[in-house]
Antibody, heavy 121, light 106 residues
């Protein structure tokens, strides 16, 4: 049973960079997409971006100029960096796994518990 | 971007009721549609993927549809089913969620 766990600062100052890491245990990082999702307080879910085990990435255009996702296969981790944050980036950030076989049309089969990041002076 | 429109945005129902939630895509997405349940303060959990395949959940949840119109049906609502439900399209990036449907107790 794979387990995902987000980690990183819970408080980020405006204009600074939000950096989170998702550690994957109990399973390989190969042959999956790894993705980040966020949920603003009391709001719905927003897809941030994904990375494949080759390092190929796709981002939400609404964040594209500020977001990057990287992968460290040696540590079974992937990371999110979001620059120039504002209060609007305050949210719970989730990492999730996406089977990449395509036959099952891609879905988020395992999620981390989420981590709250507050952007405040 | 593909827009996903869920309806209703909220509903009140009783234990034992049959509940149907719909999700409409702004363009065809084949069967690249999954459904998630989220309880307050908890992580979303997949219920249905590839529009109609059941995840490791009780069989009272079922999904149907293809193209642009999809439904999630709860055959007989149970107390543990009161939650918010989201659809997600993964046909094209950016992957997009519906706005959610909150099911509460009548």
């Amino acid at each position: 049973q794979v387990d995902l766990q987000e980690s990183g600062p819970g408080l980020v100052r405006p204009s600074e960079t939000l950096s989170l890491t998702c550690t994957v245990s109990g399973g390989s990082i190969r042959n999956y997409y790894w993705t980040w999702i966020r949920q603003s307080p009391g709001k719905g879910l927003e897809w941030i971006g994904r990375i494949y085990d080759t390092g190929s990435t796709n981002y939400n255009p609404s964040l594209k100029s500020r977001v990057s996702i990287s992968l460290d296969t040696s540590r079974n981790q992937f990371s999110l960096h979001l620059t120039s944050v504002t209060a609007a980036d305050t949210a719970i950030y989730f990492c999730a796994r996406v089977p990449s076989d395509g036959y099952n049309k891609y879905f988020f089969d395992s999620w981390g518990p989420g981590t709250l990041v507050i952007v405040s002076p | 971007d593909i827009q996903m429109t869920q309806s209703p945005s909220s509903l009140s129902a009783s234990v034992g009721d049959r509940v149907t939630i719909t999700c409409r895509a702004s363009q065809t997405i084949d069967k690249y549609l999954s459904w998630y349940q989220q309880k307050p303060g908890k992580t979303p959990k997949v219920l249905i993927y590839a529009a109609s395949k059941q995840s490791d959940v009780t069989s009272r949840f079922s999904g149907s549809g293809s193209g642009t119109d999809f439904t999630l049906t709860i055959s007989s609502l149970q107390p543990e089913d009161f939650a918010t439900y989201y659809c997600l399209q993964t046909y094209n990036t950016p992957w997009t969620f519906g706005q959610g449907t909150t099911v509460d107790i009548k």
